[in-house]
Nanobody, 117 residues
Framework: QVQLVESGGGLVQPGGSLRLSCAAS????????MGWYRQAPGKQRELVAA???????NYADSVKGRFTIARDNAKNTVYLQMNSLKPEDTAVYYC???????????WGQGTQVTVSS
């Protein structure tokens, strides 16, 4: 069993920054990919960024150049640094683990990010 606990969400003005963290516990070593998804009201959940145990990264086109995903394997923690935030980034952000990019075996509980003036 794997538990994922997110933190770092909140309210920020457009152009601001936030850093999300996700601490994983349990049998995390069997999963190659950790990632972040988001779901805005009335929209489908979408992949924001993913990172493999070797450090390879994938980003949604909408966040490239603004968001950075990083992973600390020793701490079983994944981070999402979000800069130049826009109102359209407003969503619940979910941490995930899985065997490959786009594969999800476990979800976190989600953390709300609201970008508004």
């Amino acid at each position: 069993q794997v538990q994922l606990v997110e933190s770092g969400g909140g309210l920020v003005q457009p152009g601001g920054s936030l850093r999300l963290s996700c601490a994983a516990s349990g049998s995390i070593f069997i999963f190659n990919v950790m990632g972040w998804y988001r779901q805005a009201p009335g929209k489908q959940r979408e992949l924001v960024a993913a990172i493999t145990s070797g450090g390879s990264t994938n980003y949604a086109d909408s966040v490239k150049g603004r968001f950075t995903i990083a992973r600390d394997n020793a701490k079983n923690t994944v981070y999402l640094q979000m800069n130049s935030l826009k109102p359209e980034d407003t969503a619940v952000y979910y941490c995930s683990v899985g065997g490959g990019v786009g594969d999800v075996d476990y979800w976190g509980q989600g953390t709300q990010v609201t970008v508004s003036s």
